[in-house]
Protein backbone atom coordinates (compact mmCIF):
# COMPACT_ATOMS: atom_id res chain seq x y z
CA UNK A 1 0.00 0.00 0.00
CA UNK A 2 2.97 2.26 1.05
CA UNK A 3 4.62 1.47 -2.96
CA UNK A 4 1.32 2.20 -4.01
CA UNK A 5 0.49 5.59 -2.54
CA UNK A 6 4.14 6.78 -3.30
CA UNK A 7 3.64 5.40 -7.22
CA UNK A 8 0.23 7.85 -7.39
CA UNK A 9 1.77 10.59 -5.34
CA UNK A 10 4.67 10.63 -8.02
CA UNK A 11 1.88 10.47 -11.09
CA UNK A 12 0.06 13.12 -9.80
CA UNK A 13 3.13 15.24 -9.41
CA UNK A 14 3.90 14.71 -13.09
CA UNK A 15 0.45 16.00 -14.32
CA UNK A 16 0.00 18.79 -11.93
CA UNK A 17 3.91 19.82 -13.84
CA UNK A 18 2.72 18.60 -17.13
CA UNK A 19 -0.54 21.19 -16.92
CA UNK A 20 1.58 23.77 -15.61
CA UNK A 21 3.91 23.44 -18.53
CA UNK A 22 0.86 23.68 -20.87
CA UNK A 23 -0.65 26.74 -19.42
CA UNK A 24 2.67 28.42 -20.19
CA UNK A 25 5.73 30.51 -17.98
CA UNK A 26 4.78 31.47 -14.50
CA UNK A 27 3.86 34.86 -14.03
CA UNK A 28 5.45 37.15 -11.73
CA UNK A 29 3.23 37.96 -8.96
CA UNK A 30 3.49 40.25 -5.60
CA UNK A 31 3.09 38.47 -2.88
CA UNK A 32 0.06 39.99 -0.78
CA UNK A 33 0.94 40.62 2.93
CA UNK A 34 -2.22 40.75 5.98
CA UNK A 35 -0.90 44.50 7.56
CA UNK A 36 -2.56 47.44 6.80
CA UNK A 37 -1.18 50.44 5.73
CA UNK A 38 -0.71 52.62 8.83
CA UNK A 39 -1.92 56.37 8.01
CA UNK A 40 0.22 57.63 11.44
CA UNK A 41 3.56 56.73 9.60
CA UNK A 42 2.08 58.57 6.04
CA UNK A 43 1.97 61.74 8.16
CA UNK A 44 5.22 61.31 9.85
CA UNK A 45 7.05 59.54 6.99
CA UNK A 46 7.57 56.02 6.42
CA UNK A 47 11.34 54.71 6.69
CA UNK A 48 12.62 51.04 5.42
CA UNK A 49 16.10 50.09 5.59
CA UNK A 50 17.87 48.55 3.06
CA UNK A 51 17.62 44.85 4.69
CA UNK A 52 14.07 45.76 5.11
CA UNK A 53 13.53 46.39 1.48
CA UNK A 54 15.54 43.45 0.56
CA UNK A 55 12.79 41.06 2.32
CA UNK A 56 9.82 43.16 0.50
CA UNK A 57 12.33 42.63 -2.60
CA UNK A 58 11.66 38.59 -2.29
CA UNK A 59 7.81 39.29 -2.50
CA UNK A 60 8.10 41.29 -5.17
CA UNK A 61 6.80 44.57 -4.05
CA UNK A 62 9.75 46.48 -3.26
CA UNK A 63 12.62 48.57 -5.58
CA UNK A 64 15.55 49.83 -3.53
CA UNK A 65 16.30 52.99 -5.83
CA UNK A 66 19.68 55.29 -5.43
CA UNK A 67 19.87 58.61 -7.53
CA UNK A 68 21.34 61.42 -6.93
CA UNK A 69 22.67 60.82 -3.52
CA UNK A 70 19.07 59.89 -2.15
CA UNK A 71 18.03 56.17 -1.73
CA UNK A 72 14.52 54.84 -0.88
CA UNK A 73 12.78 51.68 -1.08
CA UNK A 74 10.06 51.84 -3.39
CA UNK A 75 6.73 49.77 -2.98
CA UNK A 76 4.88 48.45 -5.69
CA UNK A 77 1.76 45.90 -6.65
CA UNK A 78 2.29 44.23 -9.34
CA UNK A 79 0.34 41.31 -11.54
CA UNK A 80 0.94 39.33 -14.81
CA UNK A 81 4.37 39.68 -15.29
CA UNK A 82 5.76 37.26 -17.75
CA UNK A 83 9.16 35.97 -16.54
CA UNK A 84 12.31 37.82 -18.17
CA UNK A 85 10.52 39.55 -21.14
CA UNK A 86 7.46 42.53 -21.01
CA UNK A 87 6.91 44.12 -24.14
CA UNK A 88 4.30 46.45 -22.46
CA UNK A 89 3.39 47.07 -18.29
CA UNK A 90 0.87 49.05 -17.45
CA UNK A 91 1.73 51.70 -14.62
CA UNK A 92 -0.21 53.68 -12.28
CA UNK A 93 1.02 56.81 -9.87
CA UNK A 94 -1.32 57.71 -7.40
CA UNK A 95 -2.28 61.31 -6.12
CA UNK A 96 -1.80 62.67 -3.33
CA UNK A 97 -2.98 61.35 0.09
CA UNK A 98 -2.87 64.55 2.59
CA UNK A 99 -4.52 67.71 2.19
CA UNK A 100 -3.20 70.81 2.27
CA UNK A 101 -1.83 71.02 6.05
CA UNK A 102 -0.47 67.49 5.55
CA UNK A 103 -1.64 66.28 9.27
CA UNK A 104 -4.45 63.61 7.93
CA UNK A 105 -4.41 60.10 6.03
CA UNK A 106 -7.14 58.02 7.28
CA UNK A 107 -8.88 58.93 3.92
CA UNK A 108 -6.82 57.17 1.44
CA UNK A 109 -4.18 55.24 4.00
CA UNK A 110 -6.08 53.42 6.40
CA UNK A 111 -8.66 50.54 6.82
CA UNK A 112 -6.37 48.28 3.64
CA UNK A 113 -2.77 47.58 2.37
CA UNK A 114 -1.16 45.68 0.22
CA UNK A 115 -3.05 42.68 0.00
CA UNK A 116 -5.64 44.66 -1.35
CA UNK A 117 -3.31 46.47 -3.54
CA UNK A 118 -1.76 43.18 -5.08
CA UNK A 119 -6.17 42.12 -5.52
CA UNK A 120 -6.53 45.31 -7.46
CA UNK A 121 -3.51 44.75 -9.84
CA UNK A 122 -4.93 40.87 -10.31
CA UNK A 123 -8.71 42.31 -11.12
CA UNK A 124 -6.79 45.06 -13.71
CA UNK A 125 -4.80 42.23 -15.60
CA UNK A 126 -7.68 40.10 -16.02
CA UNK A 127 -9.26 43.17 -17.30
CA UNK A 128 -6.68 44.38 -19.76
CA UNK A 129 -4.70 41.50 -20.36
CA UNK A 130 -1.20 43.12 -20.01
CA UNK A 131 0.84 42.76 -16.88
CA UNK A 132 0.08 45.78 -14.62
CA UNK A 133 1.69 47.70 -11.78
CA UNK A 134 0.79 50.24 -9.16
CA UNK A 135 3.68 51.98 -8.06
CA UNK A 136 3.65 53.77 -4.38
CA UNK A 137 5.00 57.61 -4.98
CA UNK A 138 7.30 58.11 -1.89
CA UNK A 139 5.95 58.06 1.79
CA UNK A 140 2.42 56.85 0.29
CA UNK A 141 1.29 53.10 0.06
CA UNK A 142 4.03 51.63 1.85
CA UNK A 143 7.01 53.18 -0.09
CA UNK A 144 9.63 54.98 2.08
CA UNK A 145 9.97 58.45 2.64
CA UNK A 146 8.01 61.77 3.76
CA UNK A 147 4.69 62.49 1.64
CA UNK A 148 4.23 65.90 2.46
CA UNK A 149 7.71 67.31 2.34
CA UNK A 150 8.80 65.28 -0.92
CA UNK A 151 5.17 65.45 -3.54
CA UNK A 152 5.77 68.05 -6.55
CA UNK A 153 9.71 68.24 -5.43
CA UNK A 154 12.78 67.27 -8.14
CA UNK A 155 13.92 64.18 -5.61
CA UNK A 156 10.20 62.89 -5.99
CA UNK A 157 10.27 62.85 -9.64
CA UNK A 158 13.76 61.28 -9.35
CA UNK A 159 12.82 58.53 -7.50
CA UNK A 160 9.90 57.69 -9.76
CA UNK A 161 12.24 57.73 -12.80
CA UNK A 162 14.56 55.17 -11.29
CA UNK A 163 11.97 52.99 -10.20
CA UNK A 164 10.71 52.45 -13.87
CA UNK A 165 14.42 52.12 -14.59
CA UNK A 166 14.81 49.62 -11.86
CA UNK A 167 11.45 47.99 -13.05
CA UNK A 168 11.98 48.03 -16.47
CA UNK A 169 15.56 46.11 -15.62
CA UNK A 170 14.04 43.67 -13.11
CA UNK A 171 11.00 42.12 -15.63
CA UNK A 172 12.83 43.06 -18.68
CA UNK A 173 9.90 45.37 -19.51
CA UNK A 174 9.83 46.90 -23.31
CA UNK A 175 7.44 50.14 -22.39
CA UNK A 176 5.38 51.60 -19.94
CA UNK A 177 1.64 52.67 -20.34
CA UNK A 178 2.23 55.16 -17.73
CA UNK A 179 -0.85 56.89 -16.08
CA UNK A 180 -1.59 58.83 -12.64
CA UNK A 181 -3.91 60.78 -11.22
CA UNK A 182 -4.05 64.26 -9.53
CA UNK A 183 0.20 64.83 -8.11
CA UNK A 184 0.75 61.39 -10.12
CA UNK A 185 -0.73 62.78 -13.14
CA UNK A 186 1.82 65.64 -12.48
CA UNK A 187 4.64 62.94 -12.16
CA UNK A 188 3.51 61.47 -15.97
CA UNK A 189 4.22 64.84 -17.40
CA UNK A 190 7.18 65.04 -15.98
CA UNK A 191 8.63 61.45 -17.23
CA UNK A 192 7.42 62.61 -20.36
CA UNK A 193 10.21 64.53 -20.74
CA UNK A 194 12.51 62.26 -19.18
CA UNK A 195 11.59 59.11 -20.57
CA UNK A 196 11.59 57.61 -24.00
CA UNK A 197 9.87 54.56 -23.84
CA UNK A 198 6.15 55.60 -22.92
CA UNK A 199 3.80 54.27 -25.02
CA UNK A 200 1.23 55.55 -23.60
CA UNK A 201 0.59 58.54 -21.31
CA UNK A 202 -2.36 59.54 -18.91
CA UNK A 203 -2.76 62.58 -17.33
CA UNK A 204 -6.18 62.81 -14.98
CA UNK A 205 -6.75 65.28 -13.35
CA UNK A 206 -3.03 67.08 -13.29
CA UNK A 207 -1.73 69.61 -12.28
CA UNK A 208 0.81 69.39 -15.39
CA UNK A 209 1.20 73.74 -16.04
CA UNK A 210 2.05 73.34 -12.41
CA UNK A 211 2.82 77.33 -12.49
CA UNK A 212 -0.20 78.00 -14.37
CA UNK A 213 -2.11 75.62 -11.68
CA UNK A 214 -1.15 77.81 -8.78
CA UNK A 215 -1.04 80.88 -10.43
CA UNK A 216 -4.74 80.56 -11.52
CA UNK A 217 -5.83 79.74 -7.49
CA UNK A 218 -4.15 82.53 -6.46
CA UNK A 219 -0.95 80.12 -4.55
CA UNK A 220 1.59 81.68 -6.15
CA UNK A 221 2.64 85.49 -7.43
CA UNK A 222 3.50 85.72 -11.43
CA UNK A 223 7.43 85.93 -11.32
CA UNK A 224 7.83 84.12 -7.74
CA UNK A 225 10.28 80.95 -7.45
CA UNK A 226 8.68 77.97 -8.02
CA UNK A 227 10.05 75.07 -5.59
CA UNK A 228 8.24 72.33 -7.36
CA UNK A 229 9.06 70.91 -11.05
CA UNK A 230 6.94 71.77 -13.39
CA UNK A 231 6.49 69.51 -17.04
CA UNK A 232 5.22 72.44 -18.52
CA UNK A 233 8.64 74.42 -18.17
CA UNK A 234 10.08 71.29 -19.80
CA UNK A 235 7.66 70.95 -23.05
CA UNK A 236 10.71 71.07 -25.19
CA UNK A 237 12.50 68.11 -23.46
CA UNK A 238 10.20 66.00 -24.63
CA UNK A 239 11.74 63.23 -27.00
CA UNK A 240 9.03 62.90 -30.33
CA UNK A 241 7.68 59.90 -30.99
CA UNK A 242 5.18 59.19 -32.93
CA UNK A 243 3.96 55.98 -31.99
CA UNK A 244 3.12 57.70 -28.39
CA UNK A 245 -0.63 58.72 -27.55
CA UNK A 246 -0.90 61.33 -24.36
CA UNK A 247 -4.63 61.78 -22.90
CA UNK A 248 -5.33 64.28 -20.98
CA UNK A 249 -7.91 63.78 -18.95
CA UNK A 250 -10.34 66.68 -16.85
CA UNK A 251 -13.57 67.91 -15.95
CA UNK A 252 -13.79 71.50 -17.58
CA UNK A 253 -16.05 72.05 -13.63
CA UNK A 254 -13.07 71.52 -11.69
CA UNK A 255 -11.93 73.60 -8.74
CA UNK A 256 -8.83 72.06 -7.44
CA UNK A 257 -6.48 71.94 -10.77
CA UNK A 258 -8.34 74.62 -12.83
CA UNK A 259 -9.31 72.93 -16.27
CA UNK A 260 -7.36 75.51 -17.92
CA UNK A 261 -4.18 74.59 -16.90
CA UNK A 262 -4.73 71.03 -17.72
CA UNK A 263 -5.53 72.58 -21.19
CA UNK A 264 -2.33 75.05 -21.36
CA UNK A 265 -0.62 71.54 -21.03
CA UNK A 266 -2.15 70.21 -23.88
CA UNK A 267 -1.93 73.09 -26.28
CA UNK A 268 1.75 72.71 -25.49
CA UNK A 269 1.56 69.02 -26.68
CA UNK A 270 0.03 69.65 -29.87
CA UNK A 271 1.91 73.00 -30.54
CA UNK A 272 5.05 70.71 -30.31
CA UNK A 273 3.88 67.81 -32.80
CA UNK A 274 3.27 65.17 -29.92
CA UNK A 275 0.17 62.65 -30.14
CA UNK A 276 -2.05 64.18 -27.85
CA UNK A 277 -5.96 63.96 -26.81
CA UNK A 278 -7.47 66.48 -24.61
CA UNK A 279 -10.71 64.51 -23.31
CA UNK A 280 -13.24 66.96 -21.08
CA UNK A 281 -15.38 64.65 -18.72
CA UNK A 282 -18.30 66.24 -16.14
CA UNK A 283 -18.22 63.19 -14.53
CA UNK A 284 -16.16 63.90 -11.08
CA UNK A 285 -18.37 63.49 -8.32
CA UNK A 286 -16.46 64.80 -5.69
CA UNK A 287 -17.56 68.76 -4.65
CA UNK A 288 -14.17 69.64 -6.52
CA UNK A 289 -15.46 67.78 -9.43
CA UNK A 290 -11.97 66.37 -9.34
CA UNK A 291 -12.14 62.70 -8.98
CA UNK A 292 -11.53 60.69 -12.04
CA UNK A 293 -8.81 58.20 -11.21
CA UNK A 294 -11.45 55.34 -12.88
CA UNK A 295 -11.24 57.02 -16.01
CA UNK A 296 -7.37 57.60 -16.54
CA UNK A 297 -7.28 53.62 -15.13
CA UNK A 298 -9.49 52.77 -17.63
CA UNK A 299 -7.74 54.97 -20.49
CA UNK A 300 -4.73 53.89 -19.77
CA UNK A 301 -5.41 49.80 -19.52
CA UNK A 302 -6.96 50.33 -22.68
CA UNK A 303 -4.01 52.42 -24.46
CA UNK A 304 -1.63 49.38 -23.04
CA UNK A 305 -3.83 46.86 -24.66
CA UNK A 306 -3.36 48.84 -27.95
CA UNK A 307 -6.93 49.75 -28.09
CA UNK A 308 -7.80 52.46 -30.41
CA UNK A 309 -8.31 56.09 -29.70
CA UNK A 310 -11.86 56.02 -30.88
CA UNK A 311 -12.57 53.47 -28.33
CA UNK A 312 -10.53 54.71 -25.11
CA UNK A 313 -12.57 58.14 -25.60
CA UNK A 314 -15.96 55.95 -26.20
CA UNK A 315 -15.45 53.89 -23.48
CA UNK A 316 -14.86 57.39 -20.93
CA UNK A 317 -17.62 58.51 -22.29
CA UNK A 318 -19.61 55.39 -21.66
CA UNK A 319 -18.09 54.62 -18.37
CA UNK A 320 -21.10 53.95 -15.20
CA UNK A 321 -20.77 56.16 -12.20
CA UNK A 322 -17.89 54.14 -10.81
CA UNK A 323 -18.24 52.77 -7.09
CA UNK A 324 -16.18 53.83 -4.26
CA UNK A 325 -12.53 52.86 -4.66
CA UNK A 326 -9.30 52.53 -1.34
CA UNK A 327 -6.35 53.60 -3.96
CA UNK A 328 -5.78 56.77 -5.92
Keep these: MQVLSKTICH ?23 KANFDPAKVVAGIAITREECTAL ?38 GDVLGPKGNNADKRQSGFGPGEMVAMEQKLFTRFGVPTIFLGRPGTYGSAGKHFTMRGRPVEAAL ?15 AFALGGHSGGGTLVAEMLARRDDLRCAV ?19 PGEKLTRF ?81 AIIAALQALPDPPPRLSN
Design 11 to 33: AAAAISLALAAAAGPALAQSVPE
Design 203 to 221: ISSGASAYRAYLETRGLLK
Design 160 to 174: VNAALDGLKKRYGIG
Design 57 to 94: EQKETAIWVEIGGASACMRYYAAGLAPGLNPVAMVWLN
Design 230 to 310: DPYAVLDKIPSDPKRRIFVIGDPRETNVPFSAQKLYFEGLTARGHAAWLIPLERARDDRHHDLVDFGELADGMCAAGKSTE
